[in-house]
């Protein structure tokens, strides 16, 4: 780069952030924009943040009932409920769910909550959220980027939505999309249309992340506030900050996959197929490979495991640290572990193949590395048990997620260890194992820090507090529900139990299990009952929720705390504060908590 | 403005950009980083598809042709043709950034319609060879050329070739568009009125992106 290019983007540089505090200036009249600007096509990043968060529930809320009705079917194969045909039609004839509609729901429960709940209603969210206001920043890098990512996500949403009501149904293959049964039409009923708007929405919401990841990487690296050097931002931000860098190099090569996926579908190519048999008829299609589709699905599929907990763990970490008041455990080893999961994270895809002839001697290697990313997870675990070790802890529903996020991560992870090793996997591949390994380790865990968010930053959000009796309520009985659901699944499934099945009576293997099944089942209704506990909680508490008085309710040193209580679109009214020390500087010499925002005294030492 | 950087400024401690670049621009090299990803799976694809079938057409037998040269016996000569119009788009594409630099608006847009022309003549001259290609029966899921060991050869082979170029083709198509839209704003003198040509140092790094993802798919599909 000549010397010329760098002043040029050196004056840029500046001239942005003066541009920055011009924006501001004239905040005062944007209180007053229109109801479009304001609240559809914001480009203030906290309100596409809540944008992104109350899309994500409305899909919560639909993927989670998907799994009670599919729950019905498992729980109770024998027993009719008339109201089934009544909502799904010709999908329930005689109040029992078909085999179609079962696996279109298992298939679009996955799908939702992987991708448009834990994905982009959890990162999208708290990325959003948090990333200008805790370095200190007015709005994203490119607010009117932030805007197109939430569309792409509410497009794609629609496109997904559109296919529940095709009349062929929607995608049914399972939400890895494997071919061959998705890219043959006549394979299915569910690889039909709605296979193609399943590929269609996901394409939009790898778009979707590509924006929105870019922004989340340029304004951590480029927007930080005066004084915020990397090693002062909170354990959020490098959360989001790894979670945008797996995002941004895993999304596009599923995107890749998804392409010659359409082309097999379409164009009569054959990049996954060979030697296959429809309907007793042989088909043209040679030389491809279905294992070829595994390989770049999975390339993304495991680092998207990370992208949803990464934020997870950045949530929880903070929540814990203010909760606790006590400086966060490791802060530099917290960052370590932070990106050694991150680089492990692309090394380890091939641990989900393991009974595809995959060859031995490679699958050694994915052991071993799967089995070292214990040792970045244990660290973490480590680091947040001796956070809260000794602390003066606020019992807040943030903290209680926060500690049922530690407790659920070492319960689900320690079943991870025994899936890594290629040789059990050959028992629990495709059981009820690792339907309880992976829901405990990443959907409830993911929820508990998503959840632990929602608590502790809602004042923020809104300006009110979410009612902290029902929050009590819903975190008891969501953790003894997530511990009674997936807990016995562990022992179905080391007993053998397929997952995907839809009905268990007929086997004389699992008839044993119809009891557990039946409990299972009841506890599913039960918890999904205690989370629209927390919808009315959530929308309530916007409207008339317990007002928020002061600026800093949990007594946070972080920056979002300084902003006032209603924060406009530029966020700080003056100057953006300067920062001057880390973020966890919590019962430091015998004071309760230090604001970044404070100078080190003459007689202080930085931590 | 006070553009002195001296050694002890601390860059990653806040306040600035820490590469002391705009955020477009390092937005710009992620996307790169991202999109590179994009034809290293569609490549690597190529090469699993490729390397498990036992034999696989001769590019010198499939690419030999030239427009207007009949059935002259040209191997990789018209594809070499397009690969040197592609790499001179880039070159012109430095002088554009050069000139930028230099703020001389009339350079830039001399050096960025020559880009442009570049860009238009390869997507001309790859229209031509697809044209070409699906007159002679190949095309996706049909594929006229033998194996080099004589057996029928795989569609796999025009399945890639067809997908991966037209994929780098679309990105060039895209790269042409957004020459154009810079272009017209270098016209419109906006970069004179913003101060800096950096705009054109964006669309430049997308450029020669699209020119080296060229040279692999040219290497994957025509030499080995």
Known sequence: MSNEATLHSHQEVHGSLEHDQHGNGHDGHEHHGTFISKYVFSMDHKMIAKQFLITGIVWAIIGAFFSVLFRLQLGFPDTSFPWLSSILGHWAENGHIKPEAYYALVTMHGTILVFFVLTAGLSGTFSNFLIPLQVGARDMASPFMNMLSYWFFFIASLVMMASLFVQTGPASGGWTAYPPLSALGDASIGSKIGMDLWITSMALFVVSQLLGGLNYISTILNMRTKGMSMTKMPLTIWAFFFTAVLGVLSFPVLLSGFILLLFDRHAGTSFYLSDIFVAGKALSNEGGSAILYQHLFWFLGHPEVYIIVLPAMGIVSEVLAINSRKPIFGYLAMIGSLFAICILAFLVWAHHMFVTGLNPFLGAFFVLLTLLIAVPSAIKVFNWLTTIWRGNINFTPGALFSIGFVSTFISGGLTGIWLGNSSIDIHLHDTYFVIAHFHIVMGVSAFFGMFAGIYHWFPKMYGRFLNNTLGYIHFWITLCGAYLIFWPMHYEGLAGMPRRYYDYSTWESFKQFAGLNHFISIVVIMVFATQLLFVFNFFYSIFKGRKLTIANPWKATTLEWTTPIHAGHGNWPGEVPEVHRWPYDYSKDGVDFIPQTVPIGPNESEH | ?224
């Open chain 2, 1 to 224: 403005m006070d553009t002195a950087i001296t050694a002890k400024k601390k860059w990653w401690d806040g306040g600035y950009s820490p590469f002391n670049v705009s955020y477009g621009k390092l937005m710009m090299w992620f996307f790169l980083l991202s999109d590179a990803f994009t034809f290293g799976a569609l490549l690597i694809s190529y090469g699993t598809i490729r390397f498990s079938s036992i034999s696989w057409p001769d590019p010198n037998e499939v690419f030999r042709s030239f427009p207007g040269a009949g059935e002259a016996n040209l191997p990789l000569v018209f594809v070499s043709l397009m690969t040197f119009i592609l790499i001179m788009s880039s070159v012109t594409m430095v002088l554009a950034v050069h000139e930028g630099h230099n703020r001389n608006r009339a350079g830039v847009a001399k050096w960025l319609a020559w880009t442009i022309v570049g860009g238009i003549l390869f997507l001309s001259c790859q229209a031509w060879e697809w044209t070409h290609l699906w007159h002679e029966g190949a095309w996706w899921g049909r594929n006229p050329f033998m194996n080099q060991d004589g057996s029928p050869g795989s569609s796999n082979f025009t399945n890639f070739f067809f997908t991966i170029t037209g994929f780098h083709g679309l990105h060039v198509t895209s790269g042409v568009i957004l020459n154009i839209i810079i272009l017209l704003n270098v016209l419109k003198g906006t970069y004179d009125d913003r101060g800096h040509y950096e705009m054109v140092e964006k669309v430049g790094l997308y450029w020669h992106f699209v020119d080296l993802v060229w040279v692999f798919v040219f290497t994957c599909f025509y030499l080995l």
